[in-house]
């Protein structure tokens, strides 16, 4: 039953009230996204004016609004990035960034710059090309030109900053998979070889593919991007630990998984190697040197089946459906080796996609299942300190 506040309870709950409350970190970050858009839609409008002068640009192509606005937007997002990212900094569980050797640090903020520029750009060049499929030969003088710029200027000063500033290895893995896809999609899309797909996956990387660079520099950028991310989930997997082994005395008679017993350093360097090994992929493109380029491709698969088939010992306790379907995951891969070589019913082409998709399709749920127990590690210390 509850009672009433006597005199100086009473004062200090007015008090309270009374009292301006702080803005969070999420109200700062939220503010500040906003100015950042706000001065983007300002500039991409002035920069889209002076480029759109004299003429009436198409939708797509010609240097048209969405040539101009993917650039503008790439750079915008390039340049805003930085900006964010060490916003992150300040959230208790990332200090460690700060810790890093400063080359690390620079490289991958280097990468997550690159990312988002280039995700920004694939996006609205890609948007825009849709929509000139749509309304045909329609034009736009430059003030309407202007205006549509400065939209994408605008959101990829926002989406970017809530990105960098809000970096956790959830968003990060999301970002890699969303990256890799669109630059490879972007390299097929855009390949002066119609007949790329009949060699194999490799051949876009190739000086005569006319976009090798942007081949090359996904996978190379992606490979920093993934060193970063075991980085982030190694943390997640210590955190996990940590209040596995605060919960230990409450749970005595739990099985082991339930009392912390996990091991960081062989996730790590898998992680790691398959990060390096992608990168040094597409540093040694398949028409300079096939051999190099097939064996670190092949030793990069290595990695993987070694996570796969060792997380469950390293990492015990997370989901049994995400294990199997870890495995369920691995045994396709193998079976899309075999659809290739020996049977030949299909090319190496379409061999390497889908083992790259399975991949990657299997390091965001990674990523999805050591968030989910971390989350329920969380939620058990909170009950029991709320209990006790």
Request: proline residues 4%.
């Amino acid at each position: 039953m509850s009672h009433p506040l006597d005199d100086e309870e009473q004062a200090l709950a007015e008090a309270a009230f009374r009292l301006p409350v702080p803005p969070t970190s999420a109200v700062r970050t939220e503010a500040r996204a906003a100015q950042v858009a706000g001065i983007a839609v300002v500039v991409s409008f002035v920069a889209a004016l002076i480029a759109f002068a004299g003429r009436r640009p198409g939708l797509s192509g010609g240097n048209g609004v969405g040539d101009v606005a993917a650039v503008i937007g790439g750079v915008v997002a390039a340049i805003v990035l930085p900006l964010a990212y060490r916003h992150s900094y300040d959230h208790p569980q990332h200090h460690w960034l700060v810790e890093r050797p400063a080359w690390r640090r620079y490289l991958g903020l280097l990468a997550l710059a690159a990312v988002h520029g280039a995700i920004a750009f694939m996006a609205a060049w890609a948007g825009f090309r849709i929509f000139q499929q749509a309304f045909g030969s329609l034009t736009m003088d430059p003030f309407a030109g202007a205006i549509a710029t400065s939209i994408v200027g605008g959101l990829a000063a926002y989406a970017t900053y809530q990105s960098g500033a809000r970096m956790n290895s959830y968003l990060l893995s999301n970002l890699l998979a969303t990256y890799l896809g669109a630059g490879v999609l972007t390299s097929m899309v855009t390949t002066t070889n119609p007949n790329w797909w009949e060699v194999n996956f490799s051949v876009l990387g190739a000086a005569n593919s006319g976009v090798a660079w942007a081949f090359n520099a996904t996978l190379v950028t992606g490979g920093i991007v993934i060193t970063m991310l075991a980085e982030y989930v190694t943390r997640d997997i210590q955190a996990l630990a940590a209040y596995r082994a605060d919960n230990a005395e409450a749970h005595a008679g739990a099985p082991k998984e339930v009392r912390g017993d996990v091991k960081t350093r062989p996730v790590l360097v898998c992680l790691v190697l398959m990060g390096i090994l992608l990168a040094c992929t597409g540093l040694v493109p398949v028409d300079v040197f096939m051999p190099a380029h097939n064996t670190l491709a092949t030793s990069m698969s290595g990695a993987y089946v070694a996570l796969v088939v060792g997380l469950p010992k390293w990492v015990p306790g997370l989901s049994r459906t995400f294990q199997v379907t870890g495995f369920v995951m691995l045994g396709g891969a193998v079976l899309a080796v075999f659809l290739w070589y020996p049977l030949a019913y299909y090319n190496m082409t379409a061999m390497e996609l889908f083992v790259a998709g399975v991949v990657l399709g299997w390091l965001v749920l990674l990523i999805r299942n050591v968030a989910a127990a971390l989350e329920d590690a969380r939620r058990r210390a909170l009950s029991d300190l709320l209990g006790s």
